[in-house]
Nanobody, 115 residues
Framework: QVQLVESGGTLVQPVGSLRLACVAS????????MGWYHQAPGKEHYLVAK???????GYADSVKGRFTIDRDIAKSTVYLEMNSLKPEDTGFYYC?????????WGQGTQVTVSS
């Protein structure tokens, strides 16, 4: 069973920055892809950023140009760099792994963007 543990969520002011981290319990070297989901209060979660095993990255339109997904394979860690944060970025952020059709989720980390 793969475990994903997120960290880095906190209260931040609008236009501020934050960096989330997701540590996997196994090597992420050949994982098909990993990503970050955002779930705003009262809404369904949706994929905001993903990175494939070849390093290709993709982003939801709502975060393009503001968020960056990156990874450190040696540390089995995936990061989400969040800049120019907006109140609508508030919510839980979940780390996600998909490999050979198997899906794994972290427990989430809460981000609140408010003045």
């Amino acid at each position: 069973q793969v475990q994903l543990v997120e960290s880095g969520g906190t209260l931040v002011q609008p236009v501020g920055s934050l960096r989330l981290a997701c540590v996997a319990s196994r090597s992420t070297l050949n994982i098909d892809y990993m990503g970050w989901y955002h779930q705003a209060p009262g809404k369904e979660h949706y994929l905001v950023a993903k990175i494939t095993n070849s390093g290709y990255t993709g982003y939801a339109d709502s975060v393009k140009g503001r968020f960056t997904i990156d990874r450190d394979i040696a540390k089995s860690t995936v990061y989400l760099e969040m800049n120019s944060l907006k109140p609508e970025d508030t919510g839980f952020y979940y780390c996600y792994e998909n490999h050979k059709g198997h899906e794994y989720w972290g427990q989430g980390t809460q981000v609140t963007v408010s003045s």
